[in-house]
């Protein structure tokens, strides 16, 4: 599996394109297999990655990304481009990203599409399963507002894990609006979301945040939520070097097995970068320019496959 597996990180980075026919047929057939058999089909999880980095504590961050498809009429929906305020056809790619000293490793993504769940299910799926398959805590979850704050933050609650989400201006807290409990440019209120859950918010200027640790302090807060900025590097490394979004492909299958791939091969270039101290671009720019070769021991070291 790991030679297979490195001749397709291969071809991704060396022609940015992926075919099916191309993976080795038993291969394939593993995959499908495996990609088949699972409880939730819009969450997939990398179990190796998890057990090798999630058992020490870390942080997960939680963030989506817009892949525009055409063609894909049976898996795309109608979404906004945030950047530019625009619309497409696409999917979007939820991930999963555990940060600690200074390594980003994907542990995780969903797979929003026509079909499937909310964004927010899909989040509260996988963190279910962190919990009850693979019994890993995080230090702290960081997460933007685009997700049903009163419901993500109430489970995380009850499994009494911390968190830091960016809120809405629009938030209502004890039933008064935040902007009435906070009326000037800095400060805090706390009350209770309209589930009963005890929340402590933060604004700072234009932006709120909330967090469900009453004793927290603003500047821990901001600390926290400004690791976010790691998984918009990860995107603009899994955009701009190994191509997420090249992948052609018209099944919802393989399209899930090409984000697989890319996402295994980015925590390739993160681990390596870590072990090597050096960048995450320097480290692709060694390998996909010939200076050094794709190192099958630390592929085999972070998948911990034999």
């Given at each position: ?7 397709f ?10 075919k099916s026919?191309?993976?080795p047929?038993?291969?394939?057939d593993e995959?499908?297999?495996?990609f088949?058999n699972?409880?939730?089909k ?19 961050i ?24 625009g619309?497409?056809?696409g ?7 555990w940060?600690k ?9 969903g ?11 899909i989040?509260l ?6 919990r ?5 805590k ?8 685009a997700?049903?704050?009163d419901?993500?933050?109430?489970r ?35 009350g209770?979301?309209k ?7 933060f ?9 469900n640790?009453?004793l ?32 052609q ?7 899930e097995?090409f ?10 270039f993160s681990?390596?970068g870590?072990?090597t ?9 060694n ?11 630390i592929?085999k070291e972070?998948?911990?496959?034999n």
């Amino acid at each position: 599996m790991i030679q297979a597996m490195h001749l397709f990180i291969n071809r991704i980075l060396t022609f940015g394109n992926f075919k099916s026919s191309q993976i080795p047929k038993r291969v394939f057939d593993e995959l499908l297999t495996g990609f088949a058999n699972r409880k939730n089909k819009d969450v997939i999880l990398f179990p190796e990655l998890l057990n090798k980095f999630g058992k020490s504590g870390g942080t997960l961050i939680v963030d989506e990304t817009v892949n525009p498809k055409y063609g894909l009429k049976h898996i795309t929906r109608k979404l906004k481009i945030l950047n530019n305020g625009g619309f497409c056809k696409g999917y979007k790619v939820v991930l999963f990203l555990w940060s600690k000293a200074g390594l980003q490793i994907p542990v995780g993504f969903g797979f929003y599409h026509k079909e499937s769940d909310s964004v927010c299910e899909i989040t509260l799926s996988f963190i279910s399963r962190l919990r009850n398959e693979f019994d890993i805590k995080p230090d702290m979850i960081v997460a933007d507002g685009a997700y049903d704050v009163d419901k993500l933050i109430k489970r995380i609650t009850d499994y009494g894990w911390r968190c830091v989400i960016r809120c809405r201006s629009t938030r209502v807290l004890s039933k008064i609006p935040i902007r009435k409990l906070i009326p000037r440019g800095f400060g805090d209120a706390s009350g209770e979301l309209k589930n009963k859950t005890k929340v402590k918010i933060f604004r700072r200027k234009n932006r709120y945040y909330t967090s469900n640790r009453m004793l927290m302090t603003m500047q821990e807060a901001v600390k926290h939520y400004t690791k976010r900025w790691k998984i918009e590097e990860s995107f603009r490394f899994l955009k701009s070097c190994i191509g997420i979004k090249r992948c052609q492909q018209h099944g919802t299958i393989s399209q899930e097995i090409f984000i697989w791939i890319c996402l295994i091969a980015f925590a390739y270039f993160s681990y390596q970068g870590n072990i090597t101290d050096k960048s995450m671009y320097k480290c692709f720019e060694n390998v996909i320019f010939g200076y050094n070769d794709f190192d099958l021991s630390i592929l085999k070291e972070i998948m911990a496959m034999n």
